[in-house]
């Protein structure tokens, strides 16, 4: 199954990241999603084209919307990641897992 999933999971309370608004952009700069990850964290998009693709997690609106006492801006208000798509045929896995203070997100296996 080719595309990109993604997994955010909030480490600091061991909760998956529902509602967690994410952008992913195209190679060519093009919004493919804008949407909330599901219950379980997770969020799937397309690959169009091979590129440089870009993922932005809303972080800090997320935790004010949990009730989590972050400061505005918070320390991690937006994340971007980029990353390489160099074959459509493949899976780009991307787990995220973060606390208010800290994130990890790499290319897992799916």
């Given amino acids: ?26 190679p060519d700069g093009k919004l493919l999603v804008d949407a909330e990850t599901a219950k379980p964290g997770t969020l799937d998009g397309p690959t169009p ?3 440089i693709y870009e993922a932005v997690f809303h972080i800090g609106e997320w935790y004010r919307d ?3 006492s972050v400061p505005s801006p918070a320390f991690l208000e937006t994340v971007p990641y980029r990353f390489g798509v160099a074959d459509l045929a493949q899976h780009y896995h991307l787990p995220l897992k973060m606390t208010p203070w800290g994130f990890s997100l790499f290319r897992g296996g799916a």
């Fill in 1 to 26: 199954m080719a595309g990109i999933s993604i997994h955010v999971y909030d480490v600091s309370r061991g909760v998956p990241a529902a509602g967690l608004r994410v952008e992913l952009r195209g």
């Fill in 49 to 51: 084209a091979a590129g």
């Fill in 66 to 68: 949990q009730g989590v």
